[in-house]
């Protein structure tokens, strides 16, 4: 998995610039600065016993609207939430809290794991989409004749890592292998020479895939 650990890397240091930003009105993910920080954070405390805060976990929300929420979870299993808006660099992170608070956190991190504050956190994928996907019906909207795509197979593994293989109606194969993250129902898929943006619905064990903006629509079953 080596060349992975590189396109990692050349991807975090591509779009990571080294200004604070912030978009409040910006929605479409593909444009957010630090892609790989969106998501779903979880620190699990193996000793909340010897916690002198006694906390049981931690749930950090970070979105694409540069809004967050952090949810505390306490041995008793209360819940502390905080919530408001946050800044983001290649190398620190700023939480302004909706009380007026404002604390700032080094970190350092990767597609699907996050230090900071001395913690390490791991992003989580929602657990229906993980698996191997291939598809029952594919409508091309741009693509015709020999290059008009006819199957897809799609591996989305809980580590945020994918593979996606396409084949024309003539038998040429294309495959991406990378990384990828998520907000609501969109998908950005990143490999070494380029990415796909794709809006996805799921019902049972059926996915509807919307790949750039309709330029192929497909309904992919999931592979026992």
Known sequence: MKWLRCVILSLWVMVTPFSWAHQDGQHDIT???HPFLLGDWYFIN???EDTPEGY???????RSDYRFQIDVKKQDHSVQHWQGHFSANDEALQFQFTNGEKHNYAYQGSHNTLYMNGLYFYKALPRELAGQWKSDDVKNLEARGKHAVDHIELLIKPDFVFLFRSVTSQGDETVHQGVFYIEQNHFVFMYEHGQHDAKYS?????????MENGSLLTTLSRAP
């Open 202 to 210: 799921l019902h049972n064990d059926t996915m509807t895939l919307d």
């Open 56 to 62: 049981r976990s931690i749930h950090v929300q970070l």
């Open 46 to 48: 193996p000793h909340p």
């Open 31 to 33: 444009y957010f600065d």
